[in-house]
């Protein structure tokens, strides 16, 4: 007897070619944030939808960014899955420093697909479409509930993409769980990420001839001294959950972080990083500036809540009567994770050892995603997509076949997730 | 007091109004440096002397940043005094001003705007003290020199740098009086000399997240700006008499009632400030690049020569930072004779006022007096009070003004002498 997954595997090779083409189309449609038009692409995924029957509904807050929303239920009760991925991807930048046909060519070279967002992420969001397709037809195989949203609006915060869906449409994509096919390297799912904390801290002094160093405190030396102070923000200890202070102490996860985002990564997933990404102080060399302006791109790890950053910073501040801080960074947003030993996750690991040969190990990263959504709703949420290497860059591409991989590996775990 | 004192004295009570007016009308022309440009303000100082039938010289290197001379002979032979102003002022910040920086309003007997202190009080005191001397000038002896110039908060090139090096006989004399602020209370006889560097500090770059990644430009600023701090401590070798003068306790307490508490203690050490720092390009990048301004100020006993060591060996510890002097490679502290007899006369003139007998001090900042310095002649300053000096809201007090005004005629008329 021939198992469901066979069966799936089996038609997503015989419509290979079919499949390659789908998403050579959908990079062919730009859909770059900002600006966030992304009419065009949501209509190309609308096309794919109505051409297979499948119903679904636009939700869209913003005339220009609408969202997909699509569900089947099956005859049995079960439980249910959601599918997530993001129509926008990032600004092409300079069109003449693509060297594969300018960034929406779709070009396909020594067997890798070309284009802005190849990876970030619409190979990803075609396998979730492939995969709702796929699984609508076998439903009656399956027991349980399957919904798809494609969003707009991921690259700049998503007020108006999954978050405007969990704020009016909570218990349509909700859940029970949700597969979303960002970039994660076929060694890594995702089950995590820290978040970003974002404060500019301002500095104002009387100001003064810059010989009388006497007469007025300096913006720049205190500006100087409060970065120092700000160090200490990386020595909090993190109130990790046990599962993830295990799984960030496994040497197989350790190693992966390492190969996949640089020597030491794995020493900074559970730590507090502290970038200064701006530092603009004073008017002139000879003036004792009277302002100085900090941007400070704080990472909290899970276990470091943005109250407990609050509190920190503002002890810190205790000492800077001249500093004021505002938070320019999302405060709902929380560093956010699920079960590292999830069922899901094991599913995952079990398709991917089918399709590819590796098994997948769990990782926390410090990239945001929509998957946070779910997580912070207390749903558990899994990344699993092509490498993040080459995303958003004048190279973006994703490999032919590590593109059928990621629709193989999302098909075969959500039909698992989802079988009798 | 001689008749001619007297007589300078009643015009200028007379012109009270008209010299407030002055001061007010100059205030409201903007010449911020950077950028730099003057033409507006030097128009109008031509104009005062052109119609006092005056033929001022102009000389524009930089066609934005004119110097003006106007002189004029006495009836008798003598001594050629110079008087010295900037038409510069420093940029602002409009949004720390609780006043127009370019309205000269009044409040409270203060008149408010920038260059209120830093110099347009005294560039307005000696044009008007060069008017009142030219208009009796039959009866002086000895020669009178009027010089205003442009770019001078920068010690850029174009102004009295430029002057020395095309027509140093024009600015030449036997003696300086420059309307600077030095406070009511002092005289400026010497000054400390300005080290000004620019750093670049670079490193790879990266995404903010990934802090492993890459060294941080700013991170590194900031570590360099505490390590520049040792440049407070290189020893200073005074002349032993200078150190005695500030040592003495009344002279340094009047000096720090004049020029703000803590003068007198910075008279003598070196300092730092970091005028500028400005790196990165967004909160979520690592800094790949970012630039320190740092003004380090000599005091007398401590040369530049000793001091580009210092800087280089702390800054040879930041492999990833380079640095330059933008300040001219040749200046050093400078001073006059503390005893001098233009120090004298403005000293005797101003307790003629009924004022306090002002202190002799050098300052922490640098003026164009130097280069007179340099060049063997003696230069004094006596002006505002330096206590706004560059900031917010910057004044001077009416009486103060009218009062170096006075002094500036009174002593000018009493070194050249009458017959």
């Known amino acids: 007897m021939t198992t469901l997954a066979e069966t799936l595997l089996s038609e997503i090779e015989s419509r290979r070619e079919e499949l390659i083409a789908l998403l050579q189309g959908f990079v062919r449609t730009p859909t770059a944030n900002p600006p966030g038009e992304t009419v065009a692409g949501a209509a190309y995924l609308e096309t794919f939808l109505k051409s297979r029957d499948l119903p679904y509904r636009v939700i869209a807050p913003q005339a220009h960014m609408p969202n997909l929303l699509a569900t089947f239920d099956t005859q049995r009760k079960g439980r249910h899955l959601v599918l997530n991925g993001h129509i926008d991807v990032f600004p092409p930048g300079r069109d003449e420093h693509w060297r594969h046909g300018g960034p929406w060519s779709g070009t396909i070279e020594d067997a890798r697909l070309y284009g802005r967002g190849t990876a970030d992420m619409k190979c990803g969001t075609i396998a979730s479409f492939v995969t709702y397709a796929l699984l609508h037809r076998h439903r009656d195989k399956l027991a349980g509930r399957l919904t798809l949203t494609a969003v707009s609006d991921e690259e700049t915060g998503g007020k108006w993409g999954t978050g405007y869906l969990f704020k009016h449409h909570r218990d349509e994509v909700a859940g029970d769980c949700c597969l979303n096919g960002e970039p994660s390297s076929a060694h890594t799912v995702r089950y995590g990420e820290k978040t970003p904390h974002w404060l500019v801290f301002t500095i104002r002094t009387r100001g003064a001839h810059g010989a009388y160093v006497h007469m007025s405190d300096s913006a720049n030396k205190i500006a100087t001294r409060l970065m120092a102070a700000l160090e200490s923000l990386t020595e909090l200890r993190s109130d990790m959950p046990e599962a993830v202070a295990r799984n960030l102490s496994d040497a197989a996860v350790r190693q992966a972080l390492d190969d996949g985002l640089g020597k030491g990564a794995a020493d900074l997933v559970p730590k507090v990083t502290l970038n200064i990404g701006m530092i603009e102080g004073g008017l002139k060399t000879n003036m004792i500036p009277s302002e100085c302006k900090l941007e400070a791109d704080i990472r909290l790890p899970v276990g470091v809540s943005k109250a407990r950053m609050r509190t920190e910073v503002e002890r810190i501040l205790q000492g800077f009567p001249q500093v004021s801080v505002e938070e320019v960074s999302r405060p709902d947003d929380e560093a956010n994770w699920c079960d590292p030993d999830g069922e899901m996750l094991h599913l995952i690991q079990d398709a991917a050892v089918r399709v590819t040969g590796i098994r997948p190990v769990p990782v926390i990263t410090l990239a945001a995603t929509d998957a946070r959504f779910w997580r912070l709703s207390g749903v558990p949420a899994y990344i699993y997509g092509c490498s993040p290497d080459l995303m958003g860059t004048y190279d973006e591409s994703v490999g032919v076949e590590e593109f059928l991989n990621v629709v193989r590996v999302h098909a075969l775990s959500a039909a698992a997730y989802l079988a009798q | ?419």
């Not at chain 2, 510069?88 to 920086?101: G, L, N």
């Not at chain 2, 970012?290 to 060996?313: H, N, Q, S, Y």
């Open chain 2, 1 to 419: 007091m001689n008749s001619l004192e007297k007589e300078l004295l009643a015009s200028l009570d007379a012109g009270r109004d008209r010299s407030i007016a002055f001061l007010r009308d100059l205030l409201r022309i903007p010449s911020p440096n950077p950028p730099g440009d003057t033409r507006a303000a030097a128009n109008f100082l031509q104009k005062a002397l052109s119609d006092a039938g005056l033929e001022p010289r102009v000389f524009s290197p930089h066609p934005e940043m004119p110097n003006i001379v106007a002189g004029f002979d006495g009836g008798h032979a003598g001594r050629h005094l110079v008087l010295n102003g900037h038409i510069d002022v420093f940029p602002v910040a409009a949004h720390e001003w609780t006043r127009d920086p370019w309205g000269g309003e009044i409040v409270d007997g203060r008149i408010y705007g920038r260059g209120a202190c830093d110099m347009k009080c005294g560039l307005a005191s000696i044009t008007l003290a060069f008017l009142h001397l030219h208009a009796v000038r039959d009866r002086l002896k000895g020669r009178l020199t009027y010089t205003a110039v442009s770019d001078e908060e920068t010690f850029g090139p174009w102004g009295a740098r430029w002057m020395f090096e095309n027509h140093r006989d024009l600015m030449m004399g036997d003696c300086l009086l420059s309307g600077e602020p030095s406070s009511p209370l002092c005289v400026r006889f010497g000054e400390k000399s300005p080290i000004w560097i620019a750093i670049n500090i670079r490193t790879p770059g990266g995404h903010g997240a990934y802090t492993h990644t890459s060294t941080s430009a700013n991170k590194i600023a900031g570590a360099i700006v505490t390590a520049l701090e040792e440049v407070a401590d290189v020893p200073v070798r005074a002349p032993d008499n200078l150190v005695a003068m500030f040592r003495d306790p009344s002279i340094a307490a009047q000096v720090d009632e004049g020029c703000g508490i803590g003068h007198a203690s910075y008279i003598s050490k070196p300092t730092l400030n970091i005028g500028r720092m400005s790196g990165g390009l967004k909160v979520n990048v690592l800094p790949s690049e970012c630039r320190v301004e740092a003004d380090i100020r000599l005091p007398v006993g401590l040369t530049r020569e000793e001091m580009r060591p210092v800087i280089a060996e702390i800054l040879s510890r930041f492999p990833e930072a380079t640095w330059e002097e933008l300040s001219p490679p040749h200046d050093s502290p400078n001073w006059s004779h503390p005893g001098g007899e233009m120090m004298q006369i403005l000293q005797d003139t101003v307790v003629g006022f009924g004022r306090r007998r002002p202190v002799p001090v050098i300052t922490l900042g640098a003026t164009d007096t130097r280069l007179w310095r340099y060049n063997g002649v003696p230069a004094y300053i006596y002006g505002a009070s330096p206590d706004t000096m560059a900031a917010a809201d910057e004044n001077v007090l009416i009486e103060d003004y009218l009062h170096i005004l006075k002094t500036h005629v009174l002593a000018a008329a009493r070194y050249l002498g009458s017959a």
